[in-house]
């Protein structure tokens, strides 16, 4: 097996090594917990899919579920199957493998795209209430810069995340759009809605078990994105968030959901502390 690769930079981990037909191999975030970043997979999952598509054709959607625990030494490869393609979609299956096993299985759909003046409607929006993009950003170790709403203080003891962030890359990518679309994806699996949700025997969040997105504006993931999430049912130590991504003037991105098995808190990892920046 090939040595595991590390890489700071984004559009190098998103740029895929081709090994044969529909196979493909992809560079880890340079490690600093235990396991790999679920949106590491997920995003070169849809690049990987999107290298079998003709280029006209833009991503649609994906739903993606998480099996095994990823190894942060270890390669991942992506074995892409052709569905179909029909007249204005076509649909990938991507089973994303370390070691012979999958550790993460994506469907996912792109759509020819139609100039024709479709009446648009955008009822998400009523939710979206961005923090300040004056506020000085920090630096976290998964190649992000963020802005919170609220930021957290000095007295907190867990370095947490709020629920309305601005993100971006840290590295500039360049303007192909299935890039930006996969480094969207990336930040869009950061942690889950339930972070600062308090409720009696309700866990805060936890590992993700499945995560979908649909694309509706296409935006630039290494300029700030706005990113909301919800929490809307939990049950059975699952929780289900929902959320957005929107450019900083505000228009809708992508609507996401996942769900994450609750964890109590004390058995969530915090992001470390020491990583900031402006």
Request: charged share 25%.
């Amino acid at each position: 097996m090939s040595p595991t690769r590390y890489s700071s930079d984004l559009l190098e981990i998103l740029t895929l090594e081709k090994l044969d037909k529909d196979l493909y191999r992809g560079i880890n975030v340079e490690p600093w917990g235990p396991a790999l970043y679920g949106g590491q997979v997920a995003g070169q999952s849809l690049a990987a899919a999107a290298l079998t598509v003709d280029p006209e054709r833009r991503p649609h959607s994906l739903h993606g579920y998480f099996l095994r625990r990823g190894n942060k030494d270890l390669p991942v490869t992506f074995k892409v199957s052709r569905d179909r393609d029909g007249g204005s979609f076509s649909a990938r299956h991507v089973a994303a493998e370390q070691d012979g096993e999958v550790i993460f299985s994506m469907l996912a759909s792109f759509q020819r795209r139609s100039e024709a003046d479709w009446a648009e409607l955008d009822s998400i929006g009523a939710r979206w209430n961005p923090p300040p993009l004056e506020s000085a950003p920090r630096t976290i170790p998964l190649l992000m810069e963020v802005i919170e709403r609220e930021p957290p203080s000095p007295e907190e003891e867990i370095d947490d995340l709020d629920d309305y962030l601005y993100l971006r890359s840290v590295s500039p990518l360049n303007d192909d759009p299935i890039i930006q679309a996969a480094a969207l994806v990336y930040l869009s699996d950061l942690h889950s809605g339930y972070r600062r949700t308090f409720l009696p025997k309700l866990a805060n969040g936890g590992p993700s078990i499945d995560h979908f997105v649909y694309f509706y504006e296409p935006v630039r993931a290494d300029d700030w994105v706005g990113f909301q999430m919800w929490p809307t049912a939990a049950k059975s130590r699952r929780g289900l968030y929902e959320g957005q991504l929107r450019s900083k003037e505000g228009k809708l991105a992508a609507a996401i959901g996942q769900e994450c098995l609750l964890m109590e808190r004390s058995a969530i990892a915090p992001l470390p502390r020491g990583f900031s920046g402006a």
